[in-house]
């Protein structure tokens, strides 16, 4: 069985702010950074405001 995993780095429009992760759904965990400020996982909407 294989497993794919992606490392990503996010950062916020300033720049000031920098995010590391590791999923296996790339296009899915880019979603949950976007999503509602209710979203724990909601990274780029929390320093992005």
């Not at 995010?19 to 976007?34: A, F, I, P, S």
Request: charged share 20%; hydrophobic share 30%.
């Amino acid at each position: 069985m294989s497993h794919n995993y992606f490392v990503y780095i996010l950062t916020n429009k300033n720049k000031t702010v920098v995010y590391t992760g590791v999923t296996n759904d790339l296009e899915v965990r880019l979603k949950q950074h976007l999503e509602n400020d209710n979203n724990k996982y909601a990274f780029t909407k929390k320093y992005n405001c």
